[in-house]
């Protein structure tokens, strides 16, 4: 083999080489490439999946935000529907004690409306000595339906008539001088105790008008708002 020859297979063999290094380069561009492009598109998925739940939280944040608002609304508007029922049945029990105010006005019929609640309160305590207070302007009545009311109240208990000391040194608070004096009052009625005083029975028209709204408080709310209460 000539020199000629070795020149010309020693040209094949770079020939060959270079050809195989860039048949080699291309496929690791291709594969860089390759990879580039699916570790760019991993990223992009990473930060979609990323942007989505973040959407997803503060989507949940404010639908949150609408739930509690709303239910303090709904609890708001509850209040004040309360409230209006509330001043309502009030009003009504103001006004239910301003006609008690004018019980005491008609003399023959209060009068016998006081031994009545002497002879229930006696009833009730079956004390054979008692203490009586009552306001100042009635205490005429008072004295004046006392021998009565003993003798009606030992015919009902088959007893001696008891002892009924009337208090003239204290006396229950007398009516308002004004229709809007919010002061302490009393519409009419008793105040009857024990001799040792460990026993009080508050037997006043206010007193009585407090007893029987409570009792009928039920049956007034559903009188008034039936359909609320059914609803």
């Known amino acids: 083999m000539n020199d000629g020859d070795v020149s010309k297979q020693i040209q094949q063999m770079v020939r060959f080489i270079r050809q195989e290094a860039e048949e080699k380069a291309n496929e690791i561009s291709i594969s860089a490439e390759e990879e580039f492009n699916i570790e760019k598109l991993q990223l992009v998925e990473a930060e979609k999946k990323k942007i989505r739940q973040e959407y997803e939280r503060k989507e949940k944040q404010v639908d949150v935000r609408k739930k509690i608002e709303y239910s303090m609304q709904l609890n708001a508007s509850r209040i004040k529907v309360l409230q209006a029922q509330d001043d309502l049945i009030n009003s009504m029990k103001e006004e239910a004690a301003k006609v008690l105010l004018k019980v005491s006005h008609n003399h023959h019929p209060y009068k016998h409306l006081v031994k009545e609640l002497i002879v229930q309160s006696l009833l009730r305590l079956k004390e054979p000595a008692v203490l009586l207070r009552c306001r100042k302007e009635d205490l005429s009545q008072v004295e004046s ?49 024990s001799r040792d005083g460990k026993i009080v029975l508050e037997n006043t028209l206010n007193a009585r008008l407090d007893v029987v709204f409570r009792k009928k408080l039920p049956e007034i709310r559903q009188r008034l708002y039936g359909l609320h209460v059914a609803g």
């Open 145 to 193: 339906v006392l021998h009565s009311a003993k003798h009606e109240y030992a015919e009902k208990e088959h007893a001696h008539p008891p002892e009924i000391i009337v208090d003239t040194e204290v006396y229950l608070p007398p009516a308002p001088a004004h229709h809007d004096d919010h002061g302490k009052y009393c519409s009419g009625g008793i105040v009857m105790a």
